[in-house]
């Protein structure tokens, strides 16, 4: 089964700096996603693509999304303390009920 | 809208016993519910997929007799893990999806976790 990666494993700015997170997949898919997570928590919905799309916008957020490449990247800007966590991608290449792989995800400390 | 929980957030039992978890949507019907598996600084990985009314469907590798799913209703699925032992020890994440036809994709809402620990 395909299995996203992403890079960094862990990324460490200061605040107000821009924060970029990639993933890359192996299959073709209908749509890639953002969840955050904070520590020992669950994950939270961020942002949504799909494969007809190129970029999208969401407040602070920008993801683009490459699929010759197979890859996406999620952008943060004017990043705050707020947004330490774990940030995981997920595709899904599923006909009917969704069957979301995730990447293993990248984690980023913002210092302030 | 679209809130999904699980009880309880974190148990601990000894090694041979069974511990339930249940997942809920509590304000949707869901036709559709994922239990994950995640280890510490690690990914979530699927384990089933259930359907309401309906036999689970695991992933690659996940013991169906260990790992028992029962989703009874549109709101209610329960991961029941058997006899655990520690290396089950592990943060259990479920997720549910409205099912809504004529969507082109059915976003999943997750649970805020279960972290089990086992003696």
């Known amino acids: 089964s395909q299995q996203g990666e992403e890079d960094p494993q862990a990324l460490s700015i200061q605040e107000g700096e821009n924060a970029t997170m990639n993933c890359s997949y192996k299959?073709?898919?209908?749509?890639l996603q953002w969840y955050r997570q904070n520590s020992g928590r669950g994950l939270v919905h961020l942002i949504l693509i799909r494969s007809n799309e190129r970029e999208k916008h969401s407040g602070r957020l920008r993801v683009t999304l490459d699929t010759s490449k197979k890859s996406s990247s999620l952008l943060i800007t004017a990043s705050r303390a707020a947004d330490t966590a774990s940030y995981f991608c997920a595709t899904d290449a599923s006909q009917g009920a969704q069957k979301l792989v995730f990447g293993q995800g990248t984690r980023l400390t913002i210092n302030p | 809208g679209a809130v999904v929980s699980q009880h309880p957030s974190w148990v601990i039992c000894k090694s041979g016993t069974s511990v339930k978890i249940e997942c809920r949507s509590l304000d949707f019907q869901a036709t559709t519910m994922f239990w994950y598996r995640q280890f510490p600084k690690q990914s979530l990985m699927l384990m089933a997929t259930?359907?309401?009314?309906?036999?689970?469907?695991?992933e690659q590798g996940v013991e169906k007799d260990k790992f028992l799913i029962n989703h009874a209703s549109l709101t209610l699925s329960t991961l029941t893990v058997t006899s655990a032992h520690p290396e089950d020890s592990s943060f259990y994440i479920c997720s549910a999806t409205p099912g809504m036809s004529g969507r082109s994709y059915n976003e999943q809402f997750f649970g805020p976790g279960t972290r089990l620990t086992v003696l």
């Open positions: 259930s359907n309401e009314g309906s036999k689970a469907t695991y």
């Open positions: 299959t073709s898919i209908n749509n």
